[in-house]
């Protein structure tokens, strides 16, 4: 048997954005993606969200990165070629593609739409694809995935605000579904207002729960209450406001993405409350056992939802006029979009106009 060129099993040439090494700068990269298969979705990126996740993985700080790295979980576009055997999308449709591009389709989790907890999750950028070559995200022109992972976008949702509903989104809106954080009259708190915790508050206002916002920055409560909705707002670094709102939480989705202190979350907990963490540090968190165990207090964690959460999401987010607070930017300001990222200094969410500024 002749062995196939990798060109002659990726035909497609894409072009991207890709990290190369610890520092996490990206620079222009080409590379090919694979034919569209009979069950695969072929489409033209316009928009791709910038994650905090994308940073941590273009610098290695989960420890598992593979160069280069095309990052971009967040990626929505216009459908340009569908396989034979692809029956819920069509040329010119509007979809989207987020932290996932495969699973095993045969185990539990699979069986349970809950995709993201199988074994074999392909992730959409930085894994091993089926076939064994890398998976690349949407820093690049075009993407090819598997119908089952592809998002349809309603048509009231604009496609550059809506970007990041795709990781954002779904990856609050699924624990505050599982964890019973819900219910109208139920009091939640949000910890840090990035990308993930700003569309946080504004599904949690649409599930009719108080919110309360946590967070380091004084400078983020005038728009946390105005402009996001949410009821009140903590600096975290304030005893006496953290003292005077012990007690008060059902719950708490905690989206910060760097080492930080659990003890004074607990304390804002009522009794049998529920800690949830969906952000991601890069080391280890110190857990505190003894005000866990007095008020019978919980904590868990979620990762993404599953893709029939993700399109309900959504379709709620549609509903109820839900997309993230966006500064749309070109491709070449990347680097410094993740500078500032870093910073906290971007109210929400960066995108990229992939479309009209990926320039081979
Ligand atoms: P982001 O936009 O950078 O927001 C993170 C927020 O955390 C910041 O805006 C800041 O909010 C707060 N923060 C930052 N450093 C802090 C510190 N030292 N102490 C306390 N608070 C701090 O990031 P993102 O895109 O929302 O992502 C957040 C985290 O979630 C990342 O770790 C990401 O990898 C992870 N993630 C996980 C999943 C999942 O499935 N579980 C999915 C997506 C992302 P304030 O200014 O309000 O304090
Ligand atoms: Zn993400
Ligand atoms: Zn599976």
Redesign the pocket.
């Given at each position: 048997m002749v062995a196939k060129l990798p060109e002659e099993e990726h035909p497609k040439q894409a072009f991207g954005w890709a990290a190369r090494d610890q520092s996490g700068l990206l620079s222009p990269f080409k590379f090919s993606r694979r034919a569209t298969a009979e069950k695969d979705v072929a489409f033209k990126v316009l928009y791709c969200g910038i994650?905090?996740?994308d940073l941590?993985m273009a610098k290695n700080e989960w420890g598992v990165t593979q160069y280069p790295l095309v990052p971009g979980h967040e990626i929505v576009g216009i459908v340009t070629e569908v396989g034979s055997k692809v029956d819920k999308f069509k040329v010119g449709d509007k979809v989207g593609v987020g932290?996932m591009v495969g699973s095993c389709h045969s185990c539990d989790s699979c069986h349970d739409n809950l995709e993201n907890y199988c074994p074999k999750m392909i992730l959409t950028y930085g894994a091993r694809n089926h076939d064994g070559t890398i998976t690349y995200g949407g820093y690049s022109d075009l993407m090819v995935a598997e119908e089952h992972f592809i998002v349809r976008i309603p048509d009231n949702i604009s496609l550059d605000a809506g970007a990041p509903l795709l990781?954002?989104g779904i990856?609050v809106y699924s624990p505050l579904r599982y964890f019973g954080l819900d219910k109208p009259g139920m009091h939640v708190g949000i910890v840090?207002?990035?990308?993930?915790?700003h569309v946080a508050v504004k599904f949690a206002k649409a599930m009719g729960v108080k919110v309360t916002v946590i967070?380091?920055?004084p400078n983020?409560k005038q728009e946390a209450v105005e402009n996001l909705g949410a009821d009140s707002f903590l600096v975290?670094r304030d005893q006496d406001q953290m003292q005077s709102a012990m007690g008060t939480l059902d719950g708490i989705i905690d989206?910060?993405?760097?080492?930080?202190p659990l003890l004074p979350l607990f304390t804002l907990l009522k009794s049998h409350g529920k800690l949830v963490l969906?952000?991601?540090?890069e080391k280890p968190l110190e857990l505190p056992v003894f005000p866990l165990i007095a008020g019978r207090k919980m904590v868990g964690?979620?990762?993404?939802g599953g893709m029939k959460e993700t399109q309900e999401m959504i379709d709620f987010a549609a509903k109820h006029n839900i997309t993230a607070d966006v500064e749309v930017i070109p491709m070449d300001y990347v680097n410094t979009a993740m500078e500032r990222?870093l910073k906290?200094d971007?109210r929400?969410?960066f995108v990229i106009d992939v479309a009209k500024t990926l320039n081979p």
């Open positions: 994650c905090h996740s941590h932290c990781c954002a990856t840090g207002l990035g990308g993930l915790g967070s380091t920055s983020k975290s989206t910060v993405s760097a080492v930080h969906v952000g991601a540090p964690g979620s990762c993404i990222m906290g971007v929400y969410r």
